[in-house]
Structure formats: structure tokens, C-alpha cells
């Protein structure tokens, strides 16, 4: 039988296996000290954020032109499930990266790219995506935010809600009715320190707790025309085209969420003995950790499957991003639950990192659509 090679198949090029081993040796001996404290202040861990920016991490959603690595959006992912092993807070500076960014990237004219993207690159800033309200989720097209023509400008009105970022962001990526009789909606450009923007209060979450969330509200902003994200009315475009690619960075954090919890699961069950022995050698916990492993990995392969598919510019993406971002994040909450399981009661104690995991991989689960939302994309995407 002759080897045949296929070509759907991904494969890492050797610059990118060094860039993850690199990105990894940063997570394992910077990040993961920072984790505990990261969960249990809630604090934004601007030291860790300085440290993505120096190492060139900060630059990986971005094209070389623009001061990025230029290396796309499976390296991208890879770099997001090293970090969120350790800390799914901190993998989250590199999401919201992505998230805040890629409506421009995708949209934005040349200008508004030259304006933005060489200082996001380097850390120098730092975006927000606003898109879910209080009364609109799930659902973007019931959004009461509206910004309407004055002259040259638009005048911005609204609350936003669930918004990552917000108040750490030097500027957000708005999304505001403009046309309400035809239910049309546009994207804007609006820099944090115009009058009338206000970071709004922060959440306090079940997990994630060194990443802000907030409502910022918008109390007539002005706003210029060049601060326009693409065409006007076509706002939603920006929005789901944005959100059908960056749903792979909560595949990715719900992957590496994942294996962090199984690596230290398997690492406690060589150790603790009970009956005797180490507990790995009971059959009741080698099929939970065999489990673990097994469904993590078949995550890792779906997401780097889609990763490669937006890199390649296959067709199609939506159901398979949406796939990897349904199953990686249903595997992160059995697997962190599991874990838990493992460690009995430590488990249950903050002083061992995996009832953090298991509360940080809930999220996964309801941000960037909730997985409801995933099997509605894919079900139509079978439909056709």
C-alpha cells in the first residue's frame, strides 16, 4: 500500500513548532507563578500583557506590513491554548487581541489598518469588541445603540454589555443601529477617551477574574466619518464575519484549559497513593484520565483542522469553527469536572490550580455565541 498524501490534512512548519515551544516556556515559567494570584485579586495582570508585547506575542494576529508576525491564525490559536494551561485569564489578552482587531483587519480601509494595526502589534494599545447589550445577546439585531448623521459625524447613543476589555481598552469596535426602520446596523471606530464614553462597572464573574468585564455606555459620542468600519447598514457583515474566526480563540482556550487540567490531574495521580499504591494504577481513574487525554486531543485536532482551513482560505469555515468551538468547549467543562474528581478533595480547594480551570472553562461554553448558537451554524450549514 502506497503512502498518498492528503491534502486536507494540516501540517506545522518547523518556525511554528518554535514559536509554540517559546510561547510555552513563557506560560510554564512567567505566567503560571502569576496564575493564583491573577484568579484570586481579580487584578488586570498589565505585567503579563508587557510581557506578550516584548516577546512579540501581541503580534500574531497581524500581517508582517503591519508590524506583525505575519504567521496566521493556526500559530495564532496554538500561542492562545499554551497560555490558557496556565492561565485562562492571561489567554484571553491574546483573544481579545484578535477580537478587537480583526473587524479592522477584515473591513477597515487602508487608512483606519495604518492608523491601528502597527500600534497593536507592539502592545502599545489595546482593543474591545462591543457588540452584546443587556436586552441583545444572541440575538444582535435587537440592539437598542444608535448613532445617527450630524454633519460629517455620527452622534453614538447606547449601552453595551458582557464587553471584555472594557475600561483597559483604548478604543472599541461598536456596533449601533443606523437605519431603524430597515434594521440596519454599522460599525464604528471609537476611541475610549472621546466625551460621553464611560468603561461602565466591572462584573464580577465565576472565573476569568483578571480579565475586566464591563457595560461601558455611550452618551452622545461624536464620532467622525473616517471612524466608520466598513460600509454603512452593513454592520452585522462585520460582526459575523469577525465572530465566524475569533470563535477559535475559545476553542483554543477551552483546549489548552483542558490539557492543563488533565497534565495536572496525571501528574497528582502518580503521586497520592491510596490502597497502597499510586491512584493512577486504579482502573476507576486511568479510564477518567484516559478519557480526558482522548477528548482533548480529538478537540486540538478539530481546532487545528479549522485553523488551517482559515489560513488556506477554504470555503465553508463557519461550520467548522463552529465545531471546534462547540466540542473543545463541552470537552473543557466534563474534563475540568473530572479533574476535580481526580484530586478528591484538594481538588475542591483553591490552593490546587483545577477548580480555577473549571470555573475559568465554563465561559468557553457561552462567549463568542454560546454553544446553542454553534448547533443552530452548523445545523444550517448541513441544511444546504
Known amino acids: 500500500m502506497t503512502a498518498t498524501a492528503f491534502p486536507d490534512l494540516y501540517d ?26 491573577i484568579d484570586r485579586t481579580g487584578e488586570y495582570p498589565w505585567d503579563i500583557r508587557k510581557l506578550l508585547g516584548e516577546q512579540d506575542v501581541l503580534g500574531l494576529p497581524f500581517e508582517a506590513e503591519y508590524g506583525g508576525t505575519g504567521t496566521g491564525t493556526l500559530m495564532l490559536q496554538m500561542a492562545v491554548e499554551e497560555i490558557a ?39 502599545e494599545i489595546s482593543p474591545a469588541f462591543a457588540l452584546s447589550e443587556p436586552e441583545a445577546g444572541s440575538d444582535p439585531a435587537s440592539m437598542r445603540t444608535f448613532a445617527k448623521r450630524d454633519g460629517d459625524d455620527w452622534i453614538l447613543n447606547g449601552t453595551k454589555n458582557w464587553i471584555t476589555n472594557a475600561g483597559i481598552a483604548d478604543y472599541y469596535v461598536v456596533f449601533a443601529k443606523t437605519d431603524r426602520d430597515n434594521n440596519r446596523i454599522s460599525a464604528f471606530i471609537v476611541e475610549s477617551d472621546r466625551d460621553g464614553v464611560d468603561p461602565g462597572k466591572k462584573e464580577h464573574k465565576l472565573g476569568i477574574k483578571g480579565s475586566p468585564t464591563g457595560s461601558p455606555t455611550f452618551t452622545d459620542v461624536r464620532i467622525p466619518a ?56 486504579l482502573q476507576g481513574l486511568q479510564f477518567k484520565l484516559a478519557d480526558m487525554e482522548t477528548g482533548t486531543a480529538a478537540a486540538r485536532e478539530l481546532l ?77 450549514a448541513m441544511a444546504k
Open 12 to 37: 506545522i512548519p518547523q518556525e511554528l513548532l518554535d514559536f509554540r515551544d517559546l510561547v510555552r516556556q513563557l506560560a510554564q515559567e512567567q505566567i503560571a507563578p502569576r496564575a493564583g494570584d
Open 85 to 123: 494551561k496556565v492561565c485562562a485569564s492571561s489567554s484571553l489578552i491574546l483573544m481579545i487581541q484578535e477580537l478587537g482587531s480583526l473587524p479592522i483587519t477584515l473591513f477597515g480601509n487602508e487608512e483606519q489598518k495604518q492608523r491601528f494595526l502597527p500600534r497593536l502589534a507592539t502592545g
Open 226 to 281: 473616517e471612524n466608520l468600519l466598513g460600509v454603512e447598514g452593513k454592520g452585522l457583515s462585520v460582526a459575523l464575519g469577525t465572530l465566524e474566526r475569533t470563535r477559535l480563540g475559545a476553542a483554543a482556550q477551552a483546549v489548552g484549559i483542558a490539557q492543563g487540567a488533565t497534565d495536572y490531574a496525571n501528574e497528582y495521580a502518580k503521586e497520592r497513593i491510596a490502597f497502597g499504591k499510586p491512584i493512577n494504577q
Open 304 to 380: 487545528y483542522k479549522a485553523c488551517t482551513m482559515v489560513d488556506r482560505g477554504v470555503p465553508g469555515v463557519g461550520k467548522y469553527t463552529s465545531m471546534a468551538k462547540l466540542f473543545a468547549s463541552d470537552n473543557a467543562m466534563k474534563v475540568t469536572v473530572e479533574a476535580i474528581q481526580v484530586l478528591g478533595g484538594y481538588g475542591y480547594v483553591n490552593e490546587y490550580p483545577v477548580e480555577r480551570m473549571m470555573r475559568d472553562a465554563k465561559i468557553t461554553q457561552i462567549y463568542e455565541g454560546t454553544n446553542e448558537i454553534q448547533r443552530v451554524v452548523i445545523a444550517r
